[in-house]
């Protein structure tokens, strides 16, 4: 046992049979058309739910979720948890992504890890790109890398501004990559 997989089916059950999603076509419908502007405009959209707790947002979320995966075109959906107790950690949402985008499990040695987060770049970015954008990624991940013949590096762990630049950086290359 290496850890907790996320459910790829969270449907509610009710006598052990799923449950239909309800009243929910117009939001989805909203949401569906979001996705088609991303997708064929190449243009950035973001859908914010708001709702007191037992209202659906889960629910409204994983019916999303289920539509774009039944349409068999690669989508990528990764799901961030935010924790009130991780809020005064910068990125914690950000280094979720990376860790799920990279296939980066908490159980894996440190190796394992720079090297799933190196080759993730490497099939995205160009290889000397590939190899900074790792080294800041690592930084948010919490995966340790050595700074001895990396002056870039070491001078962001010397002056937290320019770390988090290089992160905020790194990011946004990978994700342009993913996106492409």
């Not at 948010?140 to 770390?163: F, K, Q, T, W, Y």
Request: proline residues 4%; glycine residues 6%.
């Amino acid at each position: 046992l290496l850890g907790e997989k996320p459910s790829g089916d969270e449907t509610r059950s009710l006598l052990g049979k799923p449950t239909p999603c309800v009243g929910r076509d117009r939001e989805l419908a909203v949401l569906d058309l979001l996705f088609s502007e991303c997708r064929d405009d190449a243009t950035a959209r973001v859908a914010l739910i708001l709702a007191p707790a037992g209202m659906g947002k889960s629910r409204l979320r994983h019916e999303l979720s289920r539509r774009l995966q039944s349409r068999h075109e690669p989508v990528t959906v990764l799901m961030c948890r935010a924790d009130p107790l991780s809020s005064a950690l910068p990125y914690s949402l950000l280094q979720q992504a990376v860790r799920q985008m990279c296939g980066i499990s908490d159980g894996e040695s440190t190796t394992a890890q720079q090297h799933k987060l190196l080759a993730h770049a490497q099939t995205r970015l160009l290889q000397e790109d590939a190899i900074r954008v790792a080294e800041f990624l690592a930084e948010l991940c919490g995966v340790p890398v050595s700074d001895a013949e990396n002056v870039r590096l070491r001078a962001a762990r010397d002056d937290a501004r320019i770390m988090g630049d290089q992160i905020h950086r790194a990011f946004i290359e990978l994700l342009r990559s993913e996106c492409a």
